[in-house]
């Protein structure tokens, strides 16, 4: 057997005293079973065909990584046929950077096909891989052999969302005395290969709060939340506040003593947490018309985020840290840590699961290091991975793109390894779950605590971000997005910031110091561009080129707007950011020029390509024309012989302030994915909207009589990474929001 390597850098067991909270990782890397069909988000993820990924992960200062050798992938027809072919690529390649490895052998998993949690098979079956793995790898020291038990227990057999999908007491006590003997036995084979290998035992870390009325449900639950860690520190006997209820369930004595006669605390307790972890549970179930009530022994309630409600105790990380120490006097680690939203509040999450660490060090808990989690981002789990619909959340690298691209969480991780403070701009400020916005609409919300507020941060005096184009339609949507995303903004007109004379520019950048300027303003008028050209190159090319070179001077991150009118139309298919331009029109023409000069003065500008706006904020859009047309009573004509690819503004404007905050630069093209003409446009939001689309009549470019000439294929793809949803996707919200606003106004009408 060898020894263990040794690392130059603070290992996963080092006394917490003697060291800075550490930095560790982990690629979301869930092998789950939904029926018949196993969801594997490595094959999403495309981890396995790129070993550059480590060296990524690496350069983020990371040297501990939680990593997967699922007994699911490796041994899915049994020990004699396993295919140890990626595992033995990956793990080399961890070995040979010096990354410690946790290997994880199953993650919400339930064992390959011929098993599940609750089949007594389990647990000896996982013990046998255990054993194969530490013999394959013996320089393994630190292991999870199963993620989170207790967790994927309540979502396999109370919930029924996983595989077996049953919801009874009795297999939950099954699942989770199953997963803990597993981990035990698991153990135990390990050990007897690798004597020095160590547990780091993962779960969820949340708490449940409640109504007077759900009190006996909250203390139950708040009891069950350390069954499995309880099991392993054999501290689960006849006194344990649960005894009674694991053997109304099904569960023998026996089988639970036997935990306190085969005891495997682990050396590091590994605390999973997210913002949906703490949970607020009531029976008041007419006050959450939107949520579908669940019945707990007879009685109906609501199972919602703490987060979301105002009568719940706004608590946080560090409480929950400090009651996992007085209970176990373990080590601990925050094991994962990731937030699906707007950058900027995936950077406040970060920060304040660092902070909150660090709170609990210092309140004595020997807390040893927190990972950044789904480093590579993670696929479908706004479905809790039940269905394969792509829905994609990024994380320190977004994959659309086919390639890992560095966002600004990657830049944040650097600097909380290297053990500086962060230092993003848009950080700066409440995340969602710390701000008034986040209740939900029908709870009450008591009276601010004077003192709390007291305490909160002073914001007021961060930098903003610069917003030229008061008058149109996506600078208001750019300052009302950044408002719901608490990101400090400041919107201008031309009174203001006349975006081509250098010293008015000038003037507001002084004024306001902004860390970024987005260039929402510009002329929109294709046709009446052809008689006024000389407005049209000032607003579109000149203006952007004076604010691009006052930004660099400045070191201000610079954005501004181009079309798909650049282009000819004669490709035959969808643009992509590197296709020559080649305007047929004024307009076009100028955004053309628009993007030279940019580049001439600053070669760090992002330069955004989208087209053919729809939302449901303003009523200056196509759709919003074809569909009160309708609804008048009237026709609408439009041509089927031009292609294009709308564009959903709220869409546009999140991404763009995501690309924004990641300081990206040169040409993005971000719309909708979906080609159609203009008449197909009206056709579906006409269907969707459940009106007649027998009154929509399909012309000729021809007959519309424009002034200026259009490209009959604009639409648009990229090269760079896919990031807005579906068109159908985006008609569905428009169509949803406009009927909701008309509805609103209806009943302020009748009211």
């Known amino acids: 057997m060898r020894a263990p390597r040794m690392h130059p850098h603070p290992h996963p067991h080092s006394d917490a005293g003697g060291q800075r909270l550490a930095l560790w990782g982990g690629i979301e890397c869930t092998v789950n079973r939904v029926g018949d069909e196993f969801f594997d988000q490595a094959v999403h993820s495309g981890h396995d065909t790129r070993p550059d990924d480590l060296v990524l992960v690496q350069s983020l200062g990371i040297s501990v990584m939680r990593y997967p050798v699922l007994w699911e992938r490796v041994a899915p027809d049994g020990l004699d046929q396993a295919d140890w072919s990626v595992s033995d690529a990956q793990l080399a390649a961890c070995r040979a950077r010096e990354l410690t ?19 007594a098979g389990f647990a000896p079956g996982l013990a046998d891989y255990a054993r194969a793995v530490a013999s394959r790898y013996p320089w393994i020291e630190y292991y999870t052999p199963v993620n989170e038990p207790l967790t994927t227990a309540r979502f396999s057999t109370l919930y029924g969302v996983w595989y077996p999908h049953s919801c009874s007491d009795r297999d939950f ?61 054999g501290k689960v006997d006849r006194r344990h506040p649960l005894w ?37 549970l009531d029976d008041r179930v007419e006050r959450y018309p939107f949520i579908t009530p669940g019945m707990i022994d007879g009685q109906a309630c609501i199972d ?4 979301r409600v105002a009568e719940a105790p706004d608590t946080g990380l560090t409480p929950l840290l400090l009651e996992a120490w007085q209970r176990y006097r373990l080590p601990i680690a925050v094991t994962e840590a990731h937030l699906h939203a707007g950058r900027e509040d995936q950077l406040r999450w970060l920060i304040e699961i660092w902070q909150a660490a660090q709170a609990a060090r210092t309140q004595g808990a020997d807390v040893r290091a927190v990972t950044a989690w789904a480093l590579l981002g ?28 560095a966002t600004a969480v990657a830049t944040l991780l650097r600097q909380l390894a290297a053990g500086q403070q962060p230092a993003h701009p848009a950080a700066p400020g409440h995340g969602w779950w710390r701000r008034d916005t986040r209740y939900h609409a029908t709870t009450t919300r008591p009276p601010p605590d004077p003192e709390k507020l007291a305490r909160l941060p002073d914001t007021s005096d961060r930098a903003p971000i610069l917003i030229s184009g008061a008058s149109g339609t996506l600078g208001r949507a750019l300052a009302r997005v950044c408002a719901q995303r608490n990101l400090a903004c400041r919107l201008v007109g031309r009174a203001e910031m006349d975006i081509a004379e250098p ?9 306001y110091r902004p ?20 407005r049209c190159f000032r607003e579109n090319a000149l203006g952007p080129g004076v604010l691009a070179a006052a930004c660099a001077r400045h070191g201000v991150h610079f954005t501004t707007f181009s079309s798909d009118m650049v282009f000819d139309g004669r490709a035959g298919r969808a643009y992509v950011e590197t296709d020559e331009v080649a305007p047929l029109n004024v307009y076009g023409r100028s955004k053309a020029e628009g993007e030279r000069a940019v580049f001439t003065h600053n070669a760090a500008t992002l330069v955004i390509r989208t087209s053919s706006f729809f939302g449901p904020w303003d009523q200056h859009n196509f759709v919003h024309h074809a569909l009160a047309a309708l609804e008048a009573g009237g026709t609408f004509a439009a041509p089927g012989d031009l292609l294009i690819t709308p564009t959903h503004v709220p869409d546009l404007v999140e991404n763009c302030l995501d690309l924004v905050i990641d300081g990206e630069r040169g040409i993005w093209h971000l719309a909708n994915t979906g080609a159609l003409s203009w008449f197909e446009l009206a056709r579906r939001a006409a269907v969707g909207a459940g009106l007649d689309p027998s009154r929509l009549h399909e012309v000729r470019a021809s007959d519309c009589q424009y002034l200026a000439a259009r490209p009959v294929n604009s639409t648009l793809d990229s090269s760079r990474a896919r990031l807005l949803p579906t068109l159908d996707d985006a008609l569905s919200r428009f169509l949803a929001e406009r009927a909701r606003q008309r509805a609103a106004c209806a009943d302020l009408t009748t009211s």
């Open 244 to 280: 009674t209820y694991l053997l109304k369930h099904g569960a023998a004595p026996g089988d639970v003593l036997w935990f306190r006669a085969n005891p495997c605390p682990p050396d590091i307790i590994g605390v999973n947490y997210y913002v949906t972890s703490e949970r607020w």
């Open 515 to 534: 860390w970024a300027l987005i260039n929402a303003s510009g002329y929109v008028r294709v046709d009446q561009a052809e008689h006024d050209a000389a």
């Open 304 to 307: 919602t985020e703490s987060a």
């Open 378 to 405: 993670s696929f479908d789990w706004n479905s809790l991975v039940t269905r394969q619909a792509g829905h994609y959340e990024s994380g320190a690298f977004d994959l659309r793109g086919g390639q890992p691209r």
């Open 503 to 511: 010293g008015s520019v000038e003037r507001a950048l002084d004024k």
């Open 101 to 119: 490895v946790i290997a994880g052998l199953v993650h919400h998993g339930s064992g390959p096909r011929h098993t599940s949690l609750i089949d």
């Open 173 to 233: 006590v099954t699942a989770v005395l199953n997963q803990c003997r597993a981990t035990v036995l698991a153990m135990q084979a390990i050990r007897a290969v690798n004597p020095a290998a160590k547990l780091v035992q993962t779960d969820d870390l949340g708490k449940s709060w409640g109504t007077p009325a759900m009190a006996a449900v909250t203390a139950f639950y708040n009891h069950r939340r350390w069954l499995a860690w309880d099991l392993l520190c």
